[in-house]
């Protein structure tokens, strides 16, 4: 049987293209040989990337541990230009790395694009933060006696990344550990490699010494890779953007082992809150819905859901994006597919009604649409569902995408209280005009982040991270530097 083939698209750098990890400065294949980069739009093969193993890993790392101590003896403002450099080399090949992120993750070519403004980004902002790392002097206990801490680099980090940013959740984890004065090992998705490689060959051009910036690809599972990297001693940080299942397994090695563990695992469940205004729900549209935060959980005040204007104007943007989309939107892997399917389907079975909102489909038609939905198992059209409960399916799994349950709520402390009863806790969103209910129900969110009246919050300027079972740590803003940095106390008697 033949293979598909997708052919890449043309390039202006075509260098930006590699098929090799890049390890100590180098471009090396791997111990296993190499595995295959899909399509993500018809499973065809677009190229062949080395596979690394275990061997690869260890060297790798021991690579990083060399660099270390010469990095982390660069002054802040050495490392800064460095980092500028490596910022605006990204920016002058954002069109090209949008299109090699479209080619291997699926998402629109404008997200692309804004993709690779907003990882860029993380880079421009730690070039600067790095040069504001400031210890203290504390009022000594004794006259003859002082006190000083001093910040320092934590040493040697990995970063385990997933696919549905590879670009931005590489730069996130890379920017500060590197101005912290830290070197790094990658480990990206087996599904999108190529932007990670991209990366590295932008980072080599702007003259990050050897060993300091290392990609190791390979198609092991998550799972594996992570145990492998939290198992080798000379890392002292592993930051991971994963499941939950994995990020605990990586948290208990992490324990055994002393490492640091910087953890934004899944299934995090925002909830939208909607009463009496006019969302705006850019946010929920991004990446197909593939995005932890914009989890489409909506609560709608149940005077507004009776009188069916809120379900008309989400059903009518639904059918916008559908035929905008070509009444389909891709999603990564046919798993997800099937969940979205699944939940849909389940919704509907129990009671829930609305179904998909493509044009053309009512009643039995609708029906039948959430069960015909996956179009060679890859996409799935925009799905609007009302009258869902908290014990459907669709309540308790996280589709990873567009489909979009509606629940009623009639007072504030019933929708608080459903947010706050799941055990994940990434990120909310509601939508209010009264300051005072603003600011306490923002409170009384057990949420890591919250956004009020706008579903766009994610800067670098500020921290990113969740609560409960969507891990801990911060990352952006001057909290995520200090994912990086150890503070060791130093006291200087006899003076």
Request: net charge positive.
């Amino acid at each position: 049987m033949l293979q598909r083939v997708s052919a890449l698209p043309e390039f202006n750098d075509g260098a930006l293209v590699k098929a090799q990890a890049y390890l100590d400065g180098q471009w090396c294949d791997g111990a296993h040989g190499r595995f295959e980069v899909r399509n993500p739009a018809d499973g065809g093969r677009l190229i062949e990337v080395a596979n690394c193993g275990a061997t690869d890993a260890q060297r790798a790392i021991d690579a990083a541990a060399r660099a270390l101590p010469a990095w982390r003896a660069r002054t802040a403002k050495e490392r800064a230009v460095l980092l500028r450099k490596w910022f605006d080399l990204m920016m002058a090949a954002q069109e090209d790395l949008a299109k090699l992120m479209t080619a291997e993750q699926g998402k629109p070519l404008a997200e692309s694009r804004g993709e690779i403004a907003y990882g860029a980004s993380f880079i421009d902002w730690f070039a600067e933060e790095g040069r504001r790392i400031y210890g203290d002097t504390i009022p000594t206990h004794a006259a003859d006696k002082r006190l000083l801490v001093f910040k320092e680099p934590v040493g040697v980090c990995a970063a385990i990344t997933p696919w549905n940013f590879p670009n931005a959740m590489i730069t996130r984890k890379a920017a500060p550990a590197l101005a912290a004065g830290c070197t790094i090992v990658v480990k990206p998705a087996e599904q999108t490699p190529l932007s990670a490689l991209a990366i590295a060959e932008l980072a080599d051009r702007a003259g990050v010494p050897k060993g300091v910036f290392n990609v190791l690809t390979g198609s092991a599972s998550v799972r594996s890779a992570a145990r492998l990297t939290a198992q080798l001693p000379l890392v002292r940080k592993l930051s991971f953007t994963g499941s939950t299942q994995v990020g605990r397994i990586l948290m208990r090695q992490s324990a055994d082992d002393a490492q640091e563990a910087l953890a934004r695992t899944g299934r995090q469940r925002p909830v939208h809150r909607v009463r009496r205004c006019r969302p705006r729900r850019r946010g929920r549209r991004r990446a197909r819905q593939q995005v932890p935060q914009c989890r489409p959980d909506l609560c709608v005040h149940q005077p507004l859901l009776r009188a069916c204007r809120h379900l008309r104007r989400l059903r009518a943007q639904a059918r916008r994006q559908g035929r905008a989309a070509e009444g389909r939107l891709g999603i990564r892997g046919r798993r997800a597919a099937g969940s979205a399917d699944r939940c849909g389907r389940d919704g509907q079975g129990a009671g829930a009604r609305g179904g998909r909102s493509e044009q053309g489909r009512h009643g039995a038609d609708r029906r039948q649409a959430a069960r015909t939905a996956l179009g060679g198992g890859m996409f799935f059209e925009p799905t609007v569902i009302a009258n869902v409960t908290r014990d459907m399916l669709v309540a308790r799994e996280e589709t990873f995408g567009p489909l979009a349950p509606l629940f009623r709520f009639t007072d504030d402390a019933e929708v608080v209280a459903a947010a706050n009863s799941v055990e994940y806790g990434l990120a909310a969103y509601f939508y209010a005009g009264n300051v005072g209910r603003i600011f306490r129900v923002a409170e009384q969110l057990e949420f890591g982040m919250v956004g009020v009246n706008t579903g766009l919050i994610s800067t670098e300027i500020a921290p990113f991270g969740g609560v409960k079972q969507s891990g801990y740590g911060r990352e952006g803003g001057k909290y995520g530097i200090d994912e990086y940095l150890t503070v060791k106390y130093v006291c200087i008697g006899g003076v």
